[in-house]
């Protein structure tokens, strides 16, 4: 369960999280969408431990993330926008690095790390420089390092960037399953298709505000729209300045 409460994050004057509320139950994934710039990112750093707010309350699994920032670190399982890994490391010697660290037991590391590696299939690559692998291949070696410790909790930042179409079925099936054992998956993403597809309730996000929040369908029902990219543009107050865009892109083409 994560509950989020009238969040704030301010860089200077830039107000990148303005006041934002909703909560994530036991067994939801839940959908964080916006435009770029939106603060879907910022808020993920603070709901894993990564960025504290300017003010506002983050509770993972009933702990408080200002107060114990360790145990929320212990709780989640944290896939960034942009890997960030140990270039010079092994994906094999970056997976024990991270096990010793989570202070994962020996036994266990090994089963996680034997069925993740398979499923993601990068058994080839666990023993290349992490540097020298494919952006897609080391988003991969990223999500295996956040599932090792089995989190309660993942904060996935467009976790499904660079991913060939079988692993992103792999992860989107990890995430089901994930779902069914009763944990909690906030997700980001563009690709409004997969977000319709997987998340049990979207949170749209503008200019650091939740300004819709629901099932897909409520959303639909919401905008009198029929799929969930309309509603997302008209939402975002985007839909006129598109239409706008393309009709000057065909008068000068
Ligand atoms: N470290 C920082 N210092 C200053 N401003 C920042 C910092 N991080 C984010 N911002 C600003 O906060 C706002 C929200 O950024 P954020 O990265 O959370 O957006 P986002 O919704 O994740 O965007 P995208 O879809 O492009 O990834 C932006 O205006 C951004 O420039």
């Known amino acids: 369960m994560i509950e989020v409460e009238n969040l704030v994050k301010r860089f200077g004057s830039t107000v990148a999280v303005n006041g934002i509320t909703f909560t994530v139950g036991d067994g939801e994934i839940y959908g964080l969408l916006g435009p770029n710039g939106s603060g879907k990112s910022t808020t993920m750093k603070i709901l894993a431990g990564i960025l504290t707010p300017t003010s506002g309350r983050v509770v993972v699994g009933g702990v408080d993330v200002s107060s114990n920032p360790l145990r929320v670190k212990e709780l ?3 896939v960034p926008e942009t890997p960030v890994l140990y270039e010079s490391l092994t994906p094999l010697e970056f997976f024990n690095f991270v096990g010793s660290v989570r202070r994962i037991p020996s036994e266990k590391l090994q089963e996680r790390v034997d069925a993740l590696v398979r499923a993601f299939g990068i058994e080839k690559y666990l023993g290349e420089m992490i540097g020298s692998l494919s ?10 390092a956040a599932m090792l410790h089995d989190p309660d909790v993942l904060i996935l930042d467009e976790a499904m960037n660079g991913l060939d179409p079988k692993s992103a079925r792999i992860l989107r099936e990890l995430l089901l399953q994930f779902r069914a054992e009763g944990k909690s998956v906030v997700f980001s993403t563009h690709v409004l298709a ?3 597809m997987i998340c049990d309730r979207v949170g749209v996000i503008y200019n650091g505000e939740i300004i819709a929040e ?3 369908e409520q959303l639909k029902e919401f905008a009198h729209e029929e799929s969930l990219e309309d509603v997302f543009l008209k939402l975002t107050e985007s839909q006129e300045e598109v239409a706008g865009i393309v009709r000057a892109l065909k008068e000068a083409l």
Do not use: D, P
Request: glycine share 16%; aromatic share 10%.
């Open 135 to 144: 952006f897609g291949t080391k988003q991969k070696v990223s999500l295996i």
């Open 214 to 216: 629901g099932t897909v």
């Open 194 to 196: 997969l977000a319709e």
């Open 76 to 78: 989640t399982g944290y």
